[in-house]
């Protein structure tokens, strides 16, 4: 299927690898533009080339931290414009919310809901003027099945989905539409390492921990990240302005519900 989006030009946040990585790949292959973000210059800059090489399509890496003023302004700066908007951030730690003070809570809720409002803030109004946008968030499906040991994840990625919620139909209208992806386990550098740490601790091989871990998956497996890319280019599709507002759950069917 032809996406439509040949020359559209994206902004990706967090993109040097993992989930983001993914999603600018997929992008690429479609014909976009992309604008990539990270705070590791070296690590950005080879994911830049990489996806240049594989794929032909110009990629302008932009290090820097996107949850601070500097770094969303120096993305905006290189791409002002953006078709397409794909906001990214890693997760706060897990832990019990009695030992997270305010500064902890506020740097979670400032990462994972205030930086997502803020670049939409900068860029939707200009979607709405080219009658063309996408704004793909990238949350965590623990926003659906909340995990305890992730609190402020919960807190803060619940936060942008309600107001999410409301934007979404209020723009929909203009053909700017925004959903947020809800992943599950994929098979990142953030989730290997959960796997070599308890490898470590419990003194067993590491496959045998990741076979453990994923056989309750209905799958069976964990997820590519490439499966997730290509969910995220479909979602930012000019063939899709009828889906809006949605939280799309990747997740192998993790989540049971007879209503995703």
Known sequence: MDLGL????AIVCAASKGLGRACATSLA??????VITA?????????????????????????G?????????AALEACPNPDILINNAGGPPRGDFREWDRATWIKAVDANMLTPIFLIKAVIDGMIARKFGRIVNIT?????????????????RAGLTGFVAGLARQVARHNVIINN??????LTDRLRSGFTEAARTSNRPIDEIVSERMRGNPTGRAGDPAEFGDACAFLC????SFIVGHNLILDGGAF???IA
Do not use: W
Not at 140 to 156: D, F, Q, T, W
Not at 237 to 240: D, F, N, Q
């Open 140 to 156: 965590s499906a623990s926003v659906k099945s909340p995990i305890p040991e992730l609190g402020m994840s919960n807190g803060a």
């Open 29 to 34: 292959r479609e014909g976009v533009e992309l």
């Open 237 to 240: 599709s000019g063939k899709i």
């Open 181 to 186: 992806i809800l992943p599950g386990p994929f």
């Open 6 to 9: 040949n020359g559209k030009r």
């Open 256 to 258: 049971n519900s007879s």
């Open 65 to 73: 931290d996107i949850t601070t003023d500097s770094g969303r302004a």
């Open 39 to 63: 705070r590791t210059a070296s690590d950005l800059e080879r994911t830049a080339a990489e996806i240049r090489n594989e794929t032909g399509a110009k990629v302008t890496p932009v290090p």
